[in-house]
Structures are given as C-alpha cells and as structure tokens.
C-alpha cells in the first residue's frame, strides 16, 4: 500500500463547470502522475510532477491543468468540463525517479481512481 | 498511433492451465516493461517488469517474456486461478521530458473459468 487516497470517488458535473480532483500521499514520493482511462486507450497520462511547483505535461494535456504547492498534494483541474472528459482518473506516484545512471527503474503505483461524469 | 498495443481484449482460459497475454509495441527507445492487473472500481496493482537488457523474468506462478526483435512481450500465468481473473495492462517506460514516463496498452481482459 502506498499511502494514496483520492478525493472524491466519485462526481456528476454539468458541461462548463470547473471540476478539481486531489490526490494524496503520505510517504512523501516525489514523483506524482494523473491518468485517464477510457475503455480501448488503457491509461493515458495527463501531467506528472516532479517536485513542488514542477510540473510537465503529458500525452492528453489539454483541457486540464495540475498544482502542486506541497509534496504530498497533486491537484488535477478542469477549468471548464466537456463531456469529452467524462472517464476515471487515476493518480500514481513512482518511488523512483528511474533517472540516475544506470537505472531505469520506475514502477509506479496507484490511488483507487476518480469516476466522473460530465453531463 | 498507440506505441503500445494489446491486440486481444479478451481471453478466457480454464482454471490451472496457462494464461498467454501478449503486448506488441513500436518504440525502440522502451528500455523497461510493466505488467499491471486491475480489478473493477480498483486501482491497477504492479504485477511484475522485465529490463530491456533481459529476455525472462519470473516471479512464482508469473512469468514475463521479452523479444527485443520482435519488439513483443509476453505474460504468462501458470497455473491459472479464478483470483486472476482480472484486466491485465501493458506498459513500456522511458525518459521523457523530467521524469521516466509510462505508456500503456488497452488491456486485456483475462476470465479463468473454474
């Protein structure tokens, strides 16, 4: 178990409205991921974070936006909700950079997800 | 273009014979493989990895298999058990941007009929 809660669970919004999903950990990792999962893509990340206030974008960036203002906190924030973004949102964190040399190693592990609706 | 891909989105085998699951992807530059097993309304759990460098990695009942060549990696599941009933994803990993970066298939959806 590592330590990762989301909040919350589960919500229903309507198109247009700003909808901010949490993500926690409390071993202080520092390395913090936001997946979507839809069915036929897999997972699909959306922005990681590789330390306070840094953060980068990934595959499906758009449309959403991350903070990060202390280690154990990830914020996901869609500033206007579409139903295109209807799906479950998962948080991961990574007890290893995977970057020094010689290593590439980089399991990452995950909160239990986000369902949410945008309707 | 899915870098990654799972070609069989379902596959049922019978309880303690052997369960295949195979990943396909195109990046050369993947040099780390992933295995996770995901349970409805739960989180994916790591399951088991294999490095570039290597060609098998084992892990009790779980086995993964890489041909680099082929740029294709196998899971297998001996024997199977109902518990595995489960979706299975694929990941491949490499360094992008500040951090490594995991891109995953579609999942396969595994049923070990008892």
């Known amino acids: 178990d590592a330590g990762i809660t989301q909040s919350p669970r589960h919500k229903v919004t309507e198109t247009g409205t700003p909808v901010t999903l949490r993500c926690h950990q409390t071993e202080n990792h520092r390395y913090m991921y936001w997946y979507r999962q839809d069915p036929g893509h897999g997972l699909r990340l959306i922005h990681y974070?590789?330390?306070?206030?840094?953060?980068d974008k990934g595959e499906v960036s758009d449309g959403y936006s991350v903070s990060r203002s202390k280690t154990e906190d990830f914020l996901l924030t869609l500033e206007s909700a579409t139903s295109s973004q209807t799906s479950v949102y998962f948080c991961?964190?990574?007890?290893?950079?995977?970057?020094?040399?010689?290593?590439?190693?980089?399991?990452?592990?995950f909160g239990p997800g986000t369902r949410l609706t945008v309707l | 273009d899915q870098q990654v891909k799972q070609n069989s989105p379902s596959l049922s085998v019978q309880e303690g014979r052997i369960s295949i699951l195979n990943c396909d992807y195109t990046n050369s530059m993947f040099d780390y493989f992933l295995w996770y097993k995901k349970y409805p309304a739960e989180g994916p759990t790591f399951l088991i990895s294999?490095?570039?460098?290597?060609d098998k990695n084992e892990d009790g009942r779980f086995t993964v298999f890489l041909n680099k060549s082929a740029k294709h990696l196998s899971l297998h599941i001996v024997p199977s058990q109902p518990g595995d009933s489960a979706v299975y994803f694929c990941a491949a990993s490499l360094l992008s941007g500040s951090a490594r970066q995991l891109t995953f298939g579609s999942g396969t959806q595994l049923t070990v009929l008892p």
């Open positions: 974070s590789y330390g306070v206030k840094d953060t």
């Open positions: 294999i490095s570039s460098i290597k």
């Open positions: 991961a964190i990574s007890t290893s950079s995977g970057l020094a040399v010689g290593s590439i190693y980089n399991e990452q592990f």
